[in-house]
């Protein structure tokens, strides 16, 4: 991975380590995903942890359909970059993905928060996706590699305010959803 975006990936990382307090490179979820590096096998392991919220809800179809779109659109995009930023970028998102789902795990009113955000960010990465039929610049590998240090943000804040209780509430705010 080139110096400057393992700096950016560094940096990120240290950002979520500060705002939720776990480090995600020494998450058990990364032995887990092990070798799985397709969307499919990535996707399994997250369907997994997110069927502990059938004890809270009738079913958890809704969040791995919107959850499928953010693990294939990562997985795209951390395609696209190629050997300049392997699988090494996607893997932290979807460990991201995981304590997220766990953080939530038990708190039933956290589901609806889950599936609302999930939806809006695999509807975005979605639209996204356009840009890897098409040669990148460098200019738009650094966008490309920048959202996906952001998505690791949103997971960070999300992950923090269901921790503190909050995350229905933040959701609500930001979506406008009533």
């Given amino acids: ?60 179809r809704m969040l791995i359909d919107w959850l499928n779109p953010v693990v294939q659109a990562v997985h795209t995009l951390s395609g696209v970059l190629g050997e300049a930023v392997p699988f090494q970028l996607a893997k932290p998102i979807f460990i991201g993905v995981d304590v997220l789902i766990t953080a939530a795990n038990g708190v039933g009113s956290s589901y609806d928060a889950l599936v609302d955000l999930f939806e809006c960010i695999g509807n975005f990465l979605k639209r996204l996706r356009i840009y890897t039929d098409i040669s990148l610049t460098p200019s738009m590998t650094d966008i490309i590699v920048t959202i996906m240090v952001e998505l690791l943000s949103v997971f960070a804040l999300a992950t923090k305010q269901i921790k503190q209780g909050r995350f229905s509430r933040c959701i609500i705010i930001i979506f406008n959803i009533r």
């Fill in 1 to 60: 991975m080139p110096a400057s975006f393992q700096a950016i990936l560094d940096k990120a990382l240290a950002d979520y380590r500060e705002q939720v307090g776990i480090e995600l490179d020494k998450h058990p979820f990364v032995d887990e995903l092990g070798g799985r590096d397709s969307p499919d096998g990535v996707l399994k392991l997250l369907e997994d942890k997110a069927n502990a919220f059938k004890v809270y809800r009738d079913g958890n």
